[in-house]
């Protein structure tokens, strides 16, 4: 089987969103912060509170965006490399990043402060490679 036309292929892409919070009025009336009802809204899939929302991308959508993202990533850490006093004697040897794929197959960056249990994330592991190998 031949994998020609793997950029028209499918992928289904599944996001969570916060599901919709009851705004506080200006009444002053109180309103729930949560609404866990489950049968409130049959239609709509919820996760921890959260409403799932799921769409396709095309293949060929993520490796383009993958594609950019790892080739501007490099050149960030690369110029950052240059900016070691090779005198130092110190040299980036690994770089871990957790990245997060939208609805639309966009690569994101998850910056610190970002709790990646349990949200999808995915971890890119970039190593050094040894030249004596």
């Given at each position: 089987m031949?994998?020609?036309n793997w950029g028209?292929?499918?992928?289904?892409?599944?996001?969570?969103?916060?599901?919709?919070?009851?705004?506080?009025?200006?009444?002053g009336q109180k309103s729930p912060t949560r609404d866990f009802n489950p049968y409130n809204n049959p239609s709509k899939a919820t996760v921890s509170g959260e409403e799932v929302q799921?769409?396709?991308v095309?293949?060929?959508?993520l490796a383009v965006q993958m594609s950019q993202f790892v080739r501007i990533i490099g050149r960030v850490f690369a110029t950052a490399q240059q900016q070691i006093d090779p005198l130092a004697g110190l040299q980036l040897d690994?770089?871990?990043?957790a990245v997060?794929?939208?609805?639309?197959?966009?690569?994101k960056l998850?910056?610190?402060?970002?709790?990646?249990?349990?949200?999808?994330?995915?971890?890119l592991k970039?190593?050094?490679i040894d030249p004596s190998k």
């Open positions: 031949q994998d020609q028209d292929e499918e992928l289904w892409i599944v996001t969570a969103s916060s599901a919709n919070v009851p705004q506080a009025s200006t009444t799921a769409s396709r095309k293949a060929e959508t690994e770089i871990k990043l997060e794929i939208s609805g639309k197959g966009e690569i998850l910056g610190t402060g970002i709790e990646t249990s349990g949200k999808g994330a995915i971890e970039f190593k050094r």
